[in-house]
């Protein structure tokens, strides 16, 4: 079962993830299925708000009882869903990128933390830029934490944060903060910036004629497609840093885009990190249903704690029985005419940061967020 935002502001991410877990649940059907069962898929929509994100959680929990929940694109979704099927014991997967530190047997997180994506990005953008840099951030805890993230890596890396800046998802002006930035000066800026109602900042960027002026860094931006859905004058030349991207040219990631294409047609605007994130974590529970040769909770977390790794499109996938987090590889790419064109990959990073906080084996009773101190 899935709960995402199949619209409102967050649909740009909800929409991918959704095809992406229907796609796994179609391919595992078949296959032959689960334990010789076939799979019925679920989705309720959201609509970005955290009220339906409770309702639909505890419906899931208390009427529809799936085998597992896969739900939340924001934290703040996650931390209304995750408590209550914690309390319900109902399996549950997040598979976003997100800030780290949550620790909690009944939950397992597909997607990257910030020692895995911006300890890369940080100095890779001030060896090519330069040691100031000016964050523009989402306010809410994912943007908070990874503003204090990108903090720490510059000034360990002999940077700077010369200001940062947090905007409600809903903001749409970003002309003041422009003006800020344009005195401040700064060698290139960070953008933490969530949602549709965000990408407003980069046509504003290039309206100022900034663009190609004061270089971008980021690790959400195409997330949600904002590299397809700008123009090409918008965002070229902007860095990421992803799990994931479609342009990479393995055999394996090659042979799955044309699989999903011919399930979606060829001109699917572009398979997202967070697709992927949605797609390995499906993968993962499944695997971990054959291990355990049952769906029933319990066994199938002590399956996945018995040191699962799947190969999927992004690569070796490894869920780490510690953290329940996942050892990813990770990826630079510059956004070139709608495309992300590789620069620099990472193999089979760990999930650090949460690590020095989590230990699910000495504390398997733990099921909080954690605020991991720097």
């Not at 529809?64 to 931390?79: H, N, Q």
Request: proline residues 4%.
């Amino acid at each position: 079962m899935s709960i995402y935002d199949l619209s409102g502001g967050l649909d740009i991410y909800g929409k991918p993830v959704v095809d992406a877990l229907r796609f796994a649940a179609e391919e595992v059907n078949a296959g032959g299925g689960l334990l010789g069962q076939q799979i019925d898929f679920v989705s309720y929509d959201a609509q970005s708000n955290m009220q339906l994100y409770a309702q639909f959680a505890q419906q899931a929990a208390l009427r529809d009882r799936p085998a597992v929940v896969m739900a939340g694109i924001t934290s703040a979704s996650r931390e209304v869903v995750r408590p209550v099927l914690d309390r319900y014991k109902t399996l549950y997967f997040y598979n976003n990128q997100y800030e780290g530190g949550v620790c909690d047997r009944n939950y397992f997180a597909a997607g990257v933390t910030p020692a895995q994506t911006v300890q890369k990005l940080v100095p890779h953008a001030m060896k090519k830029w330069g040691k100031k840099v000016y964050i523009v951030a989402a306010d809410y805890n994912y943007g908070q934490i990874v503003s204090a993230w990108v903090k720490k890596y510059a000034e360990e890396n002999g940077g700077q944060a010369v200001a940062v800046e947090f905007f409600p998802l809903d903001v749409t002006n970003f002309s003041a903060s422009i003006a800020k930035i344009q005195a401040a000066k700064p060698d290139f800026v960070w953008s933490a910036l969530v949602g549709g109602a965000h990408m407003s900042f980069y046509r504003q960027w290039k309206a100022a004629n900034m663009a190609g002026r004061i270089p971008i860094a980021s690790t959400t931006f195409a997330g949600g497609n904002e590299h397809v859905v700008l123009s090409p004058e918008e965002c070229n030349g902007i860095l990421i840093c992803q799990n994931y991207l479609q342009e990479l040219p393995t055999a394996a990631n090659q042979d799955f885009v044309a699989r999903f294409h011919k399930r979606y047609g060829a001109n699917y605007p572009y398979i997202t990190e967070l697709a992927m994130g949605a797609y390995q974590g499906f993968m993962l529970w499944a695997e971990g249903v054959r291990r355990a040769g049952s769906a029933d909770r319990m066994k199938v977390i002590e399956a996945l704690e018995s040191g699962i790794a799947i190969n999927a499109p992004s690569g070796k996938v490894s869920l780490d029985p510690i953290t329940h987090h996942c050892v990813l590889d990770v990826h630079i790419a510059e956004v070139r005419d709608r495309k992300l064109n590789l620069v620099e990959s990472f193999p089979q990073q760990a999930p650090v940061d949460t690590a020095a906080v989590c230990n699910l084996r000495t504390n398997p009773n733990d099921a909080k967020q954690y605020t991991i101190k720097f």
